[in-house]
Every structure is written in structure tokens, then in C-alpha cells.
């Protein structure tokens, strides 16, 4: 469930393809367990009179400053006051293929530090601390005046937002994001410490990590090992940690309220029925067919060999993970009875609207989304940017050479002042970058260009200059120097001199969209607006209706939520909370010990030893979505019981609506990772080191 957004080096992130093609999302009234809450507005009296648990100041800000997140997508947790943090394996995989050689294959074969001095510097890793929530929602409104246009408005806002950040960072040298909440009705000011000496310590093998592969993704019960543990460094030496998460092994049993606090990418709740539409019938069945070209893409290149399988696995493992999560997505928008009762909560909600004369001006709002969902379409192919990493460096420091002539608060957002040193990081990273595959990812995106635009196309022509996509990709890779860092630190110190005179046949390329890019960038942000001061008008309704029990959609910053550790039903089949250790073994040798049910070596060696009545997975009924992934699950007394790292089928639903029925948030036991530690991995010191 590693929901990552998507950037213009790391755009191989599939399942972030789809922000692309997505309208911003909007609050919606809560029931139940359900609701992905800020820090500084929990729901007390909700879990006063639900669960009879009122959390205090202080065990809220414990919790906050105790959660991590993962710049390349995913949550995590400090666990030690020595720097341990500990996130999900696939939230770290991306770092694991990075660091990862033909000779070392740390993803597949599992790494061990015996000692802080054997712990692997990561190459581009920054991970984030909240530290603070300011609303600056005053401020922003205020820069935006009833006369201007939508396109002044867009920037006007833009202008503020980044004036925001450059103070707030100047003034406190936290990393500074102005973050839109509710559609455009709120705007708060996050603060974060930035770790970027981040050092790898114990991962175990993919083997036991995705333990039944795709076939068991998304499916429960299961029997997952999805943690691996990093250290992060101050000046140095392993840096000391306040606040972080006691350990409770004998914790989230069955019925036991649990807390998740993480990153959720994003959710959809309550667009309009129009907007649902939209994503049923346009956008989603387009991410789809994308998902699908890449996954066979990947799949073909893996077969080549070894290494290329070693290559690929990460992308394959994020193409197919994001597949499988926007088939269940689109499966819930296709079923008529969601999109039925939609149209009927949001026609009583207009009735109501309609019928006090002070609010029925806001009914304008949907009508407004309406006319900008059908620019969205003429808009959707019409794209200017390829997904391949090198690419992905070309057109950032194209796109940072002009931007970087502008004044900070005119900038496109990724190039402000308060993101650079962030962005210098993932350009000038160490990371390696494999020609051939490259080749293969940048000539199917030229392919897609003509698919997209057709031939004739002036930019698909000038793109491809009279060759074929597969030449023009090795022409390209073979000519390109931008696999060395040194050379991406020339042309971007160089600005906009060292891109005029480059002569680099990826930087041409680049320049060659630039135009086009900014064209439908600057049309987009049109589009944005003009729906971010629509659903400013629903979130407005919204309150006046639903008064304080609204929450706002996920927006990949840090939120509460809470639930029941639950076991359900479905198709007649009773799924227990809880599996064990001891349950692995069983549900390999249920599948004859066939790929991908197959236990890891050191697993079956250390089988006498272990506890097999440990907890290993839970399910609980927390209100969670992609990003959540790593996330630490804790008690009413703070104290972690286990790790988030997926949801079960019946929750993939859970960007549009919540339902505490059949659906569930999957976490790994803080129990079975702790006994994994001792028994079967030989690491006692680090078992020892969590919660101390």
C-alpha cells in the first residue's frame, strides 16, 4: 500500500501516476472509527463516546513527535533514543534497490548491521519529523482579491504560500509546507526536522516481507514480515531521540483500541457525483491502462536475465501493487448501489442548501466543478513529460534553470527556496541508474507519446527526429552524460547558461517539451484553482451542515486514526484478528511450498527455536489509505503494538468511503517482529535497543 507522490525525478513511483489525473479532494462527515484526523483537531468527544478513551495534550504530542515520514513515500516511527526508526520493508525497497549491487542484493537477500559501523549510508533518503501545525489560512485568503482572475488568483495564492514557507524556514531552518486541507477551505503551515543522514540496519529477506507475493497482496490472513529498521545520524554519530515509541508485545489483542498515526496519501470521500463519475468512466480506466503497459514492460525485461530481474523489482512490485489497488478502487466506483446513494446524499444536501437563502449561493460550487472536469478532458492527453528517471533529471534542471531567474514566490512549487536543498538531494543522488533499462522505460514513453498525441504531432515529430521510438531512446542514452553526478552538479550550478550551451541529447529533449510543459502546468494550476475555490464552498456547506465532525481528506501528511483490533466475515467464512508465527509455516505448506510461498532459509533453520504462538499479523478496523504504510500502531497507553503495512480487498473502496464491516487495515505484531529479531535473525542488541 506504499501510496508515493509523484515528483519529476522519482515519476517511476506508479502508484503516484494517478495525482495527475485527480481534482483535489474534500471533507466529508464521519461515523464510527472512521476519519484520518490532524493532530491539532482530534476527534475527543467521538472517542469519548465510542471507545470511553479521552487522549490527553501530552500523549498526542508524544505520538506526533514520535512519527516519521519517508520523503519517497510511506510512515514510520522512532523506536529507540538512539535513532532506530522503524518503517515497512516495501516503504524501504526503494532504498534497498539503491544500495543494492549484482553482488549484494540487499532486498532480496536481507542486510544485517552487527554494529552502528556496519550501518550503509543511504544515497538520497530524507526522512521528516512534525514538529509543528500553524493555520495560516487568514494569510493565504488574504492575498486573493474579488477582482482577479482565476489565473491571478492561482498565482496570487502561490506568491503567499511560498512568502510562508521562505519565513517560516528562514526563521526556524525547519523544513517549511504550506499544506491545502479540506478542498482549499483551510491552509496550515507544517513545520518538519529533516534527517537526510539516514543509515540502513536490519531488513529481512523479500521472501519473508512479501511472503505470498501478489497472489496474497491485499488478502488476510497473512503472514508478513514487512519492517525493516534504519538509524538516523546527527553530526555523524546516531542521533538522540526524545520522543519514541515504547515497545508492547503483549498488546492489540483481540478488541483492543488502537491508534494509527501516519502519512496518508490521499483520499476522495466526498467529491462531487460528478467528480465520481469522472474517475469511474475517464481518469481511473486510463491510470489503468498505463498500469497495465508498464507491468508488461517490467515483467518482459526481468525475463532477460538475473540482473534484470534484480533491476526491475521495485518498479515491477510498485506497477503491480498499484494495479491491484486501482482494480479494487474501480471495482467500488462500478458498483451502482455507491454511486446511487451518492447522488442521493448530495441531492438532499443541495435540497438543503437550496432552501435557506444564505447558502444557496454555494450550490454554484458544483456547477463549477462540473464545467472544470470537462477542461480536465481535453486536457488528459496533452501531456508534456516522459516517466523515466533520467528524463526525470533532464527536465528538473531544465524546468530549475528558468525557474531560478523567477522570484521565489513565482516559482513552480517544487523549485521554491523552501524545497531546494530537498530537491539537490534526490538530483545529485548516488543512486545508480542502469542504461539499458532506461533505454527500455524512455523508448515505451516516446511510444506513448504517439499513442497520446498521434504522429503528426509537432512535439511528437521534433521528439522523435525521424527515427523510431526504440532508436531514438538509445540514440538518446547512449549520447547522454547525466548518469554522472558530477555533470548534473555542473549543469545545475551552471543555471541558465550551462542549459543553452548544453548540447546533452536529454537536455535538448527537455527543452524541447519545456514550452508545451508549462503550457498544460500553467492550464492545470487554472483548473486548480478555479475547483480549490469550488470545494472552498462545499468544505463551507460541509461545516454548516455537519458542524465540527468533518475531517479532511488525506493530503500525505501526518493524521490520527483509531479502531478496534477485529476479526470479520466474508463469503461465510469467519477471518480471525490474530495469526502466529507457527501459522507461516502452515500457509506454505498449504501452498505445496510453491512460489512466492516460500519461507526463507533462515526462517525453516531457526523453526525449532521460535516461538511459534507468537503474534505475527492483525487486522484492525483504523481508518487507513497508501501512504499509511509503515505507520505505528500503538495503544491507549502509547506504546506500539505493531506496523501498518497494508489493507485487506474489501478496503480498497477506501478512497471514496468507509465501512467498518468487512473492511480492514493489516499491521505486522511489534511481538512477531521482536521474536523474529531474537530467534531467527541472530539480533538480540537490536530486539534489546527498541523502546529503550
Known amino acids: 500500500m506504499n501510496t508515493q507522490p509523484l515528483g519529476l525525478i522519482g515519476s517511476q513511483k506508479w502508484i503516484g501516476v494517478v495525482t495527475l489525473l485527480l481534482v483535489s479532494a474534500v471533507p466529508m462527515t464521519s461515523s464510527g472509527d472512521e476519519g484520518m484526523w490532524l493532530f491539532n483537531a482530534t476527534p475527543t468527544k467521538q472517542l469519548q463516546a465510542i471507545h470511553g478513551f479521552e487522549p490527553s495534550q501530552p500523549w498526542l504530542d508524544h505520538l506526533m513527535l514520535s512519527s516519521v515520514r519517508f520523503n519517497s513515500g510511506g510512515s514510520a516511527s522512532f523506536v529507540s533514543s538512539q535513532g532506530l526508526v522503524l518503517t515497512n520493508h516495501h516503504v524501504a525497497s526503494d532504498t534497498l534497490y539503491k544500495l543494492s549491487t549484482a553482488e549484494h542484493n540487499y532486498n532480496e537477500n536481507g542486510f544485517l548491521a552487527a554494529s552502528t559501523a556496519d550501518e550503509i549510508k543511504t544515497p538520497d533518503l530524507e526522512l521528516n519529523q512534525l514538529i509543528s501545525i500553524e493555520d495560516v489560512t487568514e494569510r493565504?485568503?488574504?492575498?486573493?482579491?474579488?477582482?482577479?482572475?482565476?489565473?491571478?488568483?492561482?498565482?496570487?495564492?502561490?506568491?503567499?504560500?511560498?512568502?510562508?514557507?521562505?519565513?517560516?524556514?528562514?526563521?526556524?531552518?525547519?523544513?517549511?509546507?504550506?499544506?491545502?486541507?479540506?478542498?482549499?477551505?483551510?491552509?496550515?503551515?507544517?513545520?518538519?526536522?529533516?534527517?537526510?543522514?539516514?543509515?540502513?540496519?536490519?531488513?529481512p529477506e523479500a521472501g519473508a516481507a512479501f511472503f505470498g507475493g501478489d497472489a496474497d497482496n491485499f488478502e488476510y490472513p497473512r503472514f508478513c514480515l514487512d519492517v525493516t529498521l534504519f538509524r538516523v545520524y546527527e553530526n555523524g554519530k546516531p542521533a538522540v531521540i526524545e520522543h519514541f515509541l515504547k515497545m508492547d508485545p503483549k498488546g492489540a489483542r483481540d478488541q483492543d483500541l488502537?491508534?494509527?498515526?501516519?502519512?496518508?496519501?490521499?483520499?476522495?470521500?466526498?467529491?462531487?457525483?460528478?467528480?465520481?463519475?469522472?474517475?469511474?468512466?475517464?481518469?481511473?480506466?486510463?491510470?489503468?491502462?498505463?498500469?497495465?503497459?508498464?507491468?508488461?514492460?517490467?515483467?518482459?525485461?526481468?525475463?532477460?536475465?538475473?540482473?534484470?530481474?534484480?533491476?526491475?523489482?521495485?518498479?515491477?512490485?510498485?506497477?503491480?501493487?498499484?494495479?491491484?489497488?486501482?482494480?479494487?478502487?474501480?471495482?467500488?466506483?462500478?458498483?451502482?448501489?455507491?454511486t446511487a446513494s451518492k447522488k442521493q446524499q448530495e441531492t438532499e444536501l443541495l435540497s438543503r442548501l437550496s432552501q435557506d437563502r444564505k447558502l444557496a449561493p454555494l450550490t454554484k460550487a458544483w456547477e463549477q466543478i462540473r464545467a472544470s472536469l470537462e477542461k480536465r478532458r481535453e486536457l488528459l492527453t496533452q501531456g508534456a513529460t516522459l516517466r523515466s528517471r533520467l528524463y526525470g533529471i533532464a527536465e528538473t534542471l531544465t524546468l530549475m534553470a528558468s525557474e531560478d531567474r523567477k522570484s521565489n514566490g513565482d516559482r513552480l512549487r517544487e523549485f521554491r527556496d523552501s524545497n531546494r536543498e530537498s530537491l539537490l538531494q534526490?538530483?545529485?543522488?548516488?543512486?545508480?541508474?542502469?542504461?539499458?533499462?532506461?533505454?527500455?522505460?524512455?523508448?515505451?514513453?516516446?511510444?506513448?507519446?504517439?499513442?497520446?498525441?498521434?504522429?503528426?504531432?509537432?512535439?511528437?515529430i521534433a521528439a522523435l527526429a525521424g527515427k523510431s521510438p526504440k532508436q531514438r531512446a538509445a540514440e538518446i542514452i547512449a549520447g547522454t552524460k547525466l548518469t554522472a553526478v558530477s555533470e548534473r552538479k555542473?549543469?545545475?550550478?551552471?543555471?541558465?547558461?550551462?542549459?543553452?550551451?548544453?548540447?546533452?541529447?536529454?537536455?535538448?529533449?527537455?527543452?524541447?517539451?519545456?514550452?508545451?510543459?508549462?503550457r498544460v502546468h500553467e492550464a492545470t494550476d487554472s483548473l486548480e484553482e478555479q475547483e480549490r475555490q469550488a470545494y472552498a464552498k462545499v468544505t463551507e456547506a460541509k461545516f454548516a451542515?455537519?458542524?465540527d465532525s468533518v475531517y479532511p481528506d488525506a493530503t500525505f501528511t501526518l493524521r490520527l486514526a483509531f479502531g478496534k483490533v477485529l476479526g470479520y466475515e466474508t463469503e461465510g467464512k469467519k477471518i480471525p484478528a490474530q495469526t502466529t508465527l507457527g501459522g507461516a509455516f502452515s500457509h506454505e505448506s498449504l501452498h505445496l511450498e510453491k512460489d512466492p510461498w516460500v519461507l526463507?532459509?533462515?526462517?525453516?533453520?531457526?523453526?525449532?527455536?521460535?516461538?511459534?504462538?507468537?503474534?505475527?499479523?492483525?487486522?484492525?478496523?483504523?481508518?487507513?489509505?497508501?501512504?499509511?504504510?509503515?505507520?505505528?500502531?500503538?495503544?491507549?497507553?502509547?506504546?506500539m503494538v505493531g506496523i501498518i503495512f497494508d489493507g485487506n480487498i474489501e478496503s480498497l473502496t477506501a478512497d471514496f468511503y468507509y465501512t467498518d464491516n468487512v473492511s480492514r487495515a493489516v499491521a505486522v505484531h511489534i511481538a512477531g517482529v521482536l521474536e523474529s529479531l531474537r530467534s531467527i535473525y541472530n539480533a538480540p542488541h537490536l530486539a534489546d535497543e527498541m523502546g529503550r
Open 140 to 203: 493565504v485568503n488574504a492575498s486573493i482579491k474579488e477582482s482577479m482572475t482565476v489565473q491571478e488568483a492561482a498565482k496570487a495564492r502561490q506568491a503567499k504560500m511560498a512568502s510562508i514557507e521562505k519565513e517560516s524556514l528562514d526563521a526556524t531552518g525547519l523544513r517549511s509546507d504550506v499544506v491545502t486541507l479540506y478542498g482549499g477551505g483551510r491552509y496550515h503551515l507544517y513545520r518538519y526536522k529533516k534527517y537526510t543522514d539516514v543509515r540502513l540496519v536490519w531488513a
Open 258 to 338: 488502537v491508534f494509527v498515526s501516519g502519512n496518508p496519501g490521499r483520499t476522495r470521500r466526498i467529491f462531487t457525483h460528478d467528480a465520481i463519475e469522472y474517475q469511474r468512466d475517464v481518469a481511473m480506466p486510463r491510470t489503468m491502462n498505463l498500469l497495465r503497459r508498464k507491468e508488461i514492460l517490467m515483467q518482459q525485461y526481468a525475463l532477460a536475465g538475473p540482473e534484470q530481474q534484480r533491476r526491475s523489482r521495485d518498479d515491477l512490485f510498485g506497477i503491480q501493487n498499484s494495479r491491484k489497488a486501482y482494480t479494487g478502487m474501480l471495482a467500488g466506483l462500478q458498483d451502482p448501489s455507491f
Open 426 to 460: 534526490e538530483l545529485l543522488s548516488e543512486a545508480p541508474i542502469y542504461e539499458d533499462l532506461e533505454r527500455l522505460q524512455l523508448a515505451d514513453e516516446l511510444a506513448r507519446l504517439i499513442d497520446d498525441r498521434g504522429a503528426n504531432d509537432p512535439l511528437v
Open 490 to 518: 555542473r549543469i545545475s550550478e551552471g543555471g541558465t547558461q550551462a542549459i543553452s550551451e548544453s548540447k546533452d541529447p536529454l537536455i535538448l529533449l527537455a527543452k524541447s517539451f519545456e514550452s508545451e510543459y508549462r
Open 545 to 547: 451542515v455537519g458542524g
Open 600 to 639: 526463507p532459509e533462515s526462517w525453516h533453520t531457526a523453526k525449532s527455536k521460535m516461538n511459534a504462538d507468537t503474534p505475527f499479523n492483525f487486522v484492525c478496523t483504523a481508518d487507513i489509505i497508501g501512504g499509511n504504510s509503515g505507520s505505528p500502531v500503538v495503544s491507549r497507553d502509547g506504546a
